[in-house]
């Protein structure tokens, strides 16, 4: 009787445990919905306002804007930010949290009190953010006060302009963007950032036009090579002072690469016959300081030096030229002395020194000659061809390739270029240089 007992007991214990386990059901999830007031602010309205301050201000009075979530830290390239559009523009809010993107996906519709929150102008360009914290990042007790979500996330609310690199307008920044045909210069051979610090990589169209993508070295894609070819890009397009940026949010918006690469991809030549010895672009390292020659160390090349005469030359970057590129001021002597450069590969081989050049032409009536770039080979001046450029022909700032023959093939090949103070009246830029072979079409100058 008691082991009966003991057994009825056990079936009961069972029978009300799987009763319990049928009978519970999880709580209803309940779509998050905004019952404030309506939004009386756009995005592009907000950057107008607030357009002059340099120190974070505080925002008095009672806008509401109503926006889509374009871009979180699901990856980890974007740090402690999210980027939100409307159909005026875009603007990133900086938020003291980590894994944002649980509450806040791509495609989420907010509405954003913005009376206590604060506009922050960071390398020239506006956020939403909270005065005397960490970076003016907004705690999230306090953005979860501010920001309140409506509807589930859709992706559809999230979709990319195609653009062009050469139609980018400050309108644009901190918006979603679709690039279709570009290729990244390095894919196939780098990875997306190196181990230890964000890093710039570059990405071209067809045309030659180029643009930096920062790549965090916390991304979970950091590791991962550059996709070779061309494809497709989707990214926030952002700008740190003149430099036009992108942020990609995750692996997934590198898409369909692996096409042939369309154009000639800059100053290296398409050619596949052609061989490139040596190729300088003086890198992607931030130069908004403008260091000289001497205190730069972004350079391609780390095994041949680079050093300035004249201490007169500086790396820049303009809205226009938005890569590093060495500025050669008006009226003054400047030099890039390379020494060390191996050409001893290519005997035999007809080889070409090519470099691209623009003149500063901003004023009306102006006009000089390229060949103010002097250009010297292991001592040997070179015949730097005549080309007359001036304002009035639509040249200021026009990027002219020169390709000049006769080089010879050695080890510890010395290259100067010395921008002359007697003819340089309005100042030059040079940017990718390289020795090649010949091909049978090079032309001594043309307009890139």
């Known amino acids: ?124 360009q506006l956020q939403i953010g909270y005065g005397q914290t960490n970076a003016n990042r907004i705690p999230w007790e306090i953005f979860n006060f501010y920001v309140h979500k409506n509807k589930w996330p859709q992706a559809k609310n999230s979709v990319p302009k195609t653009i062009k690199l050469s139609q980018l307008d400050q309108s644009m920044v901190n918006t979603l963007v679709k690039l279709e045909n570009v290729y990244f210069v390095d894919g196939g051979k780098l990875p ?37 070819g061309g494809g497709t890009l989707i990214a926030i397009l952002s700008k740190y002072r003149a430099d036009w940026q992108l942020l990609i949010r995750s692996i997934e918006d590198c898409q369909q690469f692996g096409q042939p690469i369309p154009g000639s991809g800059g100053s290296t030549p398409a050619d596949p016959g052609v061989t490139t010895y040596y190729s300088e672009t003086f890198g992607t390292a931030d130069v ?98 005549s080309q007359m450029v001036s304002n009035a022909n639509g040249d200021n700032n026009k990027v002219y390739a020169i390709s000049l023959r006769g080089i010879p093939a050695k080890n510890n090949l010395k290259i100067e270029f010395h921008g002359k103070a007697s003819d340089n009246k309005f100042g030059l830029r040079l940017d990718n240089i390289s020795i090649t072979t010949a091909s049978d079409d090079v032309i001594v100058i043309r307009p890139k």
């Open 1 to 124: 009787m008691k082991i009966a007992h003991y057994l009825f007991g056990f079936a009961l214990a069972i029978a009300v445990l799987f009763s319990c386990e049928r009978d519970f059901q999880a709580p209803p999830l309940t779509e998050p919905a905004y019952t404030g007031d309506e939004a009386n602010m756009t995005i592009a309205k907000l950057k107008t306002l607030y357009a002059n301050i340099t120190d974070p201000v505080l925002i008095d009075v009672d806008y509401i804007l109503r926006a889509i979530v374009i871009g979180n830290d699901i990856s980890g390239n974007i740090y402690k930010q999210i980027y939100i559009q409307d159909e005026t523009g875009g603007i990133n809010m900086g938020v003291d949290q980590n894994s944002i993107f649980t509450e806040f996906r791509v495609g989420q519709e907010i509405y954003v009190r913005l009376k206590g929150l604060y506009m922050v102008m960071y390398g020239e």
């Open 192 to 228: 997306f950032s190196e181990s230890d610090a964000t890093t710039n990589r570059i990405l071209k169209d067809g045309d030659g036009n180029s643009i930096i993508v920062r790549n965090s070295n916390y991304a979970n894609f950091a590791a991962d090579i550059l996709p070779e």
């Open 288 to 385: 908004s300081a403008r260091p000289l020659i001497a205190d730069y160390t972004g350079f391609d090349n780390k095994n041949v030096t680079y050093s300035d005469a004249s201490g007169a030359v500086s790396l820049r970057t303009t809205s226009t030229f938005n890569t590093p590129h060495l500025w050669f001021p008006a009226n003054r002597d400047g030099y890039l002395t390379i020494e060390g450069i191996d050409t001893s590969a290519g005997a035999d081989e007809t080889l070409v020194l090519n470099y691209e050049l623009a003149a500063n032409l901003f004023d009306a009536g102006s006009e000089m000659n390229l060949n103010a770039m002097a250009v010297t080979v292991d001592g040997t001046a070179m015949d730097v061809p």
